[in-house]
T-cell receptor, first 112, second 113 residues
């Protein structure tokens, strides 16, 4: 299964944009790129996903490189509530199922 | 609309004891999942159920069994608990068999002594 590489931690000032990078150089043509986040002592929360084109929703934007070997999650204005661990995940099909494999993610700290 | 609920929230077991973790969702989702998260680590898939009546192994199924009781409920059983199973357990559900958007419960924190 394809793997992702993320920085262990990042910091951002409150109300500034945040760009969270993810490398996935071994991505296959059918792998979707997913982002989840996990606030302290909570279960993960879906953020966004995409295949080839950039995607926007109410929480964030996902920018996908043309060669799909990297992507960036963009939080347009960081708030204190955005402090969490952010996971970049490649969903893959295997043995008739679709699975998400979580790595260690990026811990985002937001500075007031 | 409670989403995904899990019981219990906390549990302490002695080695060799058994227990069942309960999970229910009220979103009429087809697929359900059980994950475990060890300290400082990401989540690992234990078992999943793509649809009612089916279950399949994930990445770390050894020592666990599951039952998809109906469309709403998916339970995880530890037959003989071991200290290595000390972890936080999360249940999740998704509308589609291809679980692009999974909704997670609050977790069960299990300690095996």
């Amino acid at each position: 299964d394809a793997k992702t590489t993320q920085p262990n931690s990042m910091e951002s000032n409150e109300e500034e944009p945040v760009h969270l990078p993810c490398n996935h150089s071994t991505i296959s043509g059918t792998d979707y790129i997913h982002w989840y986040r996990q606030l302290p002592s909570q279960g993960p929360e879906y953020v966004i996903h995409g295949l080839t084109s950039n995607v926007n929703n109410r929480m964030a934007s996902l920018a996908i490189a043309e060669d799909r070997k990297s992507s960036t999650l963009i939080l347009h204005r960081a708030t204190l509530r955005d402090a969490a661990v952010y996971y970049c995940i490649l969903g893959y099909s295997g043995a008739g199922s679709y699975q998400l494999t979580f790595g260690k993610g990026t811990k985002l700290s937001v500075i007031p | 609309n409670a989403g995904v609920t899990q019981t219990p929230k906390f549990q302490v077991l002695k080695t060799g004891q058994s227990m069942t973790l309960q999970c229910a969702q009220d979103m009429n989702h087809n697929s359900m999942y059980w994950y475990r998260q060890d300290p400082g680590m990401g989540l690992r898939l234990i078992y999943y159920s793509a649809s009612e009546g089916t279950t399949d192994k994930g990445e770390v199924p050894n020592g666990y069994n599951v039952s998809r009781l109906n469309k709403r409920e998916f339970s995880l059983r530890l037959e003989s608990a071991a200290p290595s199973q000390t972890s936080v357990y999360f249940c999740a559900s998704s509308e589609a068999e291809w679980g692009y958007e999974q909704y997670f419960g609050p977790g069960t924190r299990l300690t095996v002594t």
